[in-house]
């Protein structure tokens, strides 16, 4: 069974970083996009970042230039970079496949909460 646990989550200033690691077991990590997504207090849960099994990444157009996102295919890790934070990035924050397809579960989540 494919598992995700996400870490690294905190409470930041505004203006601050986190970084953020996803470890993965139960798959052949490596074949597949990922991604991460967060979900705010009464909202959906939104895609943040992804990226390729070849390391190609793509981001929300909220989170452009603040963000990166790469991956460690020998530890099946992936890590998202968070700089320059804002109130408004507060959320639990998720790793899981790119392809909603292949999502069958979610991990606890890591809360990330940006306020002064």
């Known amino acids: 069974q494919v598992q995700f646990v996400e870490s690294g989550g905190g409470l930041v200033q505004p203006g601050g970083s986190l970084r953020l690691s996803c470890a993965a077991s139960?798959?052949?990590?490596?074949?597949?996009?990922m991604a991460w997504y967060r979900q705010a207090p009464g909202k959906q849960r939104d895609l943040v970042a992804t990226?390729?099994?070849?390391?190609?990444?793509n981001f929300a157009d909220s989170v452009k230039g603040r963000f990166t996102i790469s991956r460690d295919n020998a530890k099946k890790t992936v890590f998202l970079q968070m700089n320059s934070l804002k109130p408004e990035d507060t959320a639990v924050y998720y790793c899981?496949?790119?392809?909603?397809?292949?999502?069958?579960?979610w991990g606890q989540g890591t809360q990330v909460t940006v306020s002064s």
């Open positions: 990226i390729t099994s070849g390391g190609n990444s």
């Open positions: 899981n496949f790119r392809d909603p397809l292949l999502i069958k579960s």
């Open positions: 139960g798959t052949i990590f490596s074949f597949y996009s």
